[in-house]
């Protein structure tokens, strides 16, 4: 953490404030997604994302009409990721509307080069994807969640 010491002149005469200012904040996470469907019918979920390089990401397709639910773990190169081919047991997936949750777990389990970005406890981490960890309540996880028709 990193303060700034800010002084005015005001009626009441010289006042001094100590603002404390987290110098390491990184920008707001974003997220675009878009998917690849290959000549079998499987599907590839791909990425665009603002994560540093190496950051680990769950991807997980679910499509409550079909009872389908798959996860795929993934990381960051070049500010973009990419899943494995999501199937149906070895066949293609069925059409309709999947429901596709990015996850970044927490900073412990994330490269040293990642958590030295994030903070031990995704302190680093901004944006409106960001929440509390339900499990590690200290801890900041990443969660973003977007629909796609197959």
Do not use: C, W
């Not at 690849?36 to 603002?50: F, L, P």
């Not at 991807?59 to 009409?65: H, I």
């Not at 795929?72 to 997936?93: I, N, P, R, Y």
């Amino acid at each position: 953490m990193t303060y700034r010491t800010i002084t005015r002149i005001t009626a009441f005469g010289l006042v001094t404030f100590i603002t404390a200012i987290n110098a390491s904040a990184l920008p707001p996470i974003a997220f675009t997604l878009s998917f690849e469907k290959n000549s079998d019918g499987k599907v590839s979920i791909k990425g665009t994302t603002n994560l540093p390089d190496d950051t680990i990401l769950m991807v997980k397709l679910e499509n409550q009409d079909n009872n389908y639910g798959a996860e795929d773990e993934t990381s960051v190169t070049k500010q973009a990721f990419a899943t494995g081919f999501f199937s149906d047991h070895g066949s293609a997936l069925r059409s309709g509307t999947y429901r596709v949750k990015v996850t970044v777990p927490i900073a412990q389990v994330q490269p040293e080069s990642v958590r030295a970005l994030f903070g031990a406890h995704g302190e680093n981490l901004t944006g409106p994807y960001v929440k509390k960890s339900e499990t590690f309540r200290d801890d900041n996880i990443v969660e973003f969640s977007q629909e796609i028709r197959i």
